[in-house]
């Protein structure tokens, strides 16, 4: 295992645990404004339902997030274990994604501003591009491609 990988592990970690925050967080609140609003749970069996009858949606919505780009960033961890090249860039870079995800959601799940969540969504978005083309640069040069 490369000497790098578990602080690129701890990376996933991190943001496996936000993604479990904010699922939990999703629950409590959909549980609460159901109960408040006494909304029978079959009620809101599907998304056009949930939609109609809920307002507290920043935490699905953000929930959904956590498995959009990041599915991004764990294929790049993935690759670069079976690669066995976790070079301290891929890290560094890691955690700034894994910061910014963080700032996303706390936006998402609280005041809710649009442009101040896309300045972390974007961001995030650039790092892990510009991680994959690292990797992908990386590797080729380790192959002798380019």
Not at 129 to 133: F, G, L, P
């Given at each position: 295992m490369p000497s790098n990988a578990p602080a690129l592990l701890a990376a996933c970690?991190?943001?496996v645990l936000l993604t479990?925050?904010?699922g939990g967080l999703m629950l409590f609140t959909r549980v609460r404004e159901m109960r408040t609003k006494r909304i029978?749970?079959?009620a809101a069996a599907t998304s056009v339902q949930m939609a109609a009858r809920l307002e507290q949606?920043?935490?699905a919505d953000n929930f959904r997030n956590l498995f959009e780009v990041p599915v991004?960033?764990?294929a790049l961890v993935a690759v670069a274990l079976a690669l066995g090249q976790v070079p301290g860039w891929l890290v560094l870079g890691s955690w700034a994604f894994?910061?910014?995800r963080i700032a996303h959601s706390v936006i998402h799940c609280t005041y809710n501003r649009v442009f101040h969540r896309l300045g972390a969504f974007m961001a995030g978005f650039l790092i892990v591009?510009?991680?994959?083309?690292g990797m992908i640069v990386s590797a080729a040069s380790r192959?002798?491609?380019a």
């Open positions: 970690l991190a943001l479990a925050a904010v029978h749970p079959q949606v920043q935490p991004l960033f764990y894994v910061a910014t591009v510009a991680m994959w083309v192959t002798g491609i």
